[in-house]
Nanobody, 130 residues
Framework: QVQLVESGGGLVQAGGSLRLSCAASGRTFSAHAMGWFRQAPGKEREFVAAISWSGGSTAYADSVKGRFTISRDNAKNTVYLQMNSLKPDDTAVYYC???????????????????????WGQGTQVTVSS
């Protein structure tokens, strides 16, 4: 059974930085794209960033481009999200997930809709104060 455990969230002032981690277990993840979503109170879960199996392709939501960086360590089955220049609008619960529909692909289209993912971890809370 796939398990996704997010960590690294916390309370930070606007302009600060956080690094989120997502440890995956239960399957081999190195062949698949991984990504991050977030959900703010009263809002739908939205795409944040994704990375291909090799790390050679990345994609970001317009709202985080230039501030967030996604990376992965296949040896550790872990994906990271470095978040810099944080804004109050970044306040949300952050979730990671894996696109098992593609193998060894640079295609990140699978992360367009959060609703396409059936299972989720518990997420990690990020709160940015103004």
């Amino acid at each position: 059974q796939v398990q996704l455990v997010e960590s690294g969230g916390g309370l930070v002032q606007a302009g600060g930085s956080l690094r989120l981690s997502c440890a995956a277990s239960g399957r081999t993840f190195s062949a698949h794209a991984m990504g991050w979503f977030r959900q703010a109170p009263g809002k739908e879960r939205e795409f944040v960033a994704a990375i291909s199996w090799s790390g050679g392709s990345t994609a970001y939501a317009d709202s985080v481009k230039g501030r967030f960086t996604i990376s992965r360590d296949n040896a550790k089955n872990t994906v990271y999200l470095q978040m810099n220049s944080l804004k109050p609008d970044d306040t949300a619960v952050y979730y990671c997930n894996v696109d098992f529909t593609t193998w060894f692909s640079s295609n990140l289209d699978g992360f367009r809709r959060a609703a396409d993912f059936r299972s989720w971890g518990q997420g990690t809370q990020v709160t940015v104060s103004s």
